[in-house]
Nanobody
Framework: QVQLVESGGGLVQPGGSLRLSCAASGSIFSINAMDWYRQAPGKQRELVAT???????NYADSVKGRFTISRDNAKNTVYLQMNSLKPEDTAVYYC?????????????????WGQGTQVTVSA
């Protein structure tokens, strides 16, 4: 069974930095896109950043120039470096990956989500 496990969240002051990690494990044939989403209280989940298997990246306008997404294919891990954090960045952050694996005996590209990690930006 494939799992995504996140780490790196916490409490940070405005202007500070955090680095989130998300490691995929299990019977993985290949990983396609890997994304970071976030969901603030009372708001819908939103896409923060995405990185393709070819390392092309894209960011939400609200985080451009402050956040950097990267991946280590040898470790099946995606990272989110968050700098110049603002109170409005406070949310639960989720990683997502499209992973080629076997589920219920069928080979395919399936969606997987991490459990979420809390990021709180406050003085």
């Amino acid at each position: 069974q494939v799992q995504l496990v996140e780490s790196g969240g916490g409490l940070v002051q405005p202007g500070g930095s955090l680095r989130l990690s998300c490691a995929a494990s299990g019977s993985i044939f290949s990983i396609n896109a890997m994304d970071w989403y976030r969901q603030a209280p009372g708001k819908q989940r939103e896409l923060v950043a995405t990185i393709t298997s070819g390392n092309s990246t894209n960011y939400a306008d609200s985080v451009k120039g402050r956040f950097t997404i990267s991946r280590d294919n040898a470790k099946n891990t995606v990272y989110l470096q968050m700098n110049s954090l603002k109170p409005e960045d406070t949310a639960v952050y989720y990683c997502y990956a499209k992973i080629e694996s076997i589920r219920s005996g069928w080979y395919g590209a399936y969606d997987y989500w991490g459990q979420g990690t809390q990021v709180t930006v406050s003085a």
